[in-house]
């Protein structure tokens, strides 16, 4: 009786331990350092994107990163890991997730998707794909793997990645039969083998949220060439402030 109930609150329950949104107001005021620019896309009449630019100081641009953002609450969380690029002269675009923010609408794995594969056509028409580099962290990272896996870029950068939503409850359900559960699949794995471009993903040893052996299953599916930087001791939220990170961003975008 206890592993039905245990299993059937998980069941009802999982969005719930996966997103965590913060709402925003529509006319909430982002207060951001350095120069920026909000936009609002509608979608249809219920789905809204709310996106954010960053811009580097130089005019010059060197090229557009797509940043998709983890799974708590909206993009005031994430901004401050925009500067690495920016500083590198990458203008940076964030989204939200439907119900992060001020972006509408409901959440499916879909939405997730294709207003994803949106925002990298809105950046296409505008610039070369070959100057567009995909970065995912935490939750992001199976979605900018899915649009590195339909659409061309200069390079797909994984910040402590999961093999797959099942594969991530399973590390903590592990009794449960979680891949025939989980309503939200995001199987990174699947996607990162149909990616042409060169892949670097920062792992860090210290991770509890996403276990380190989660990430490093993705090594199965890399191609010759790939990158997989191991950050000793960091957890799931300072991977990025790790010096090697920082040596390693700093190399590739230059």
Known sequence: MVYGSVGIALYYLQEKFLFHPEKLASDHV??????????????????????????????????????????????????????????NGYEVWMEDYPGFGKSTGKLTEKKL??????????????????SIILYGKSLGTGIA????????????????PYYSIPHLFGTYAMIYPTASMSTYKIPTYEFVEDVKEPIVIFAGT???????????????????????????????????????????????LN
Request: charged share 25%; hydrophobic share 40%; with cysteine.
């Open 145 to 160: 793997a899915y649009v590195a896996s339909v659409t061309e870029a200069k390079m797909l950068l994984l910040e402590t």
């Open 30 to 87: 982002f207060e951001f350092d350095g120069k920026f620019m909000e936009f609002n896309i509608p979608v249809n009449k219920e789905d809204t994107i709310s996106l954010v630019k960053f811009f580097p100081e130089d005019s010059i641009r060197k090229g557009i990163v797509l940043y998709f953002h983890g799974n708590m609450k909206n993009i005031e969380r994430y901004a401050e890991y925009v500067k690495p690029f920016t500083k």
């Open 206 to 252: 210290g991770d509890w949220v996403v276990p380190y052996r989660c990430a490093k299953k993705l090594s199965e599916h890399l191609k010759s060439g790939d990158l997989f930087i191991t950050i000793e001791d960091s957890s799931h939220n300072n991977v990025n402030h790790a010096p090697r990170y920082y040596r390693a961003i700093d190399s590739l």
């Open 113 to 130: 998707y294709d207003q994803a594969l949106q925002v990298q056509k809105m950046a296409a028409a505008i610039i070369g794909t070959d």
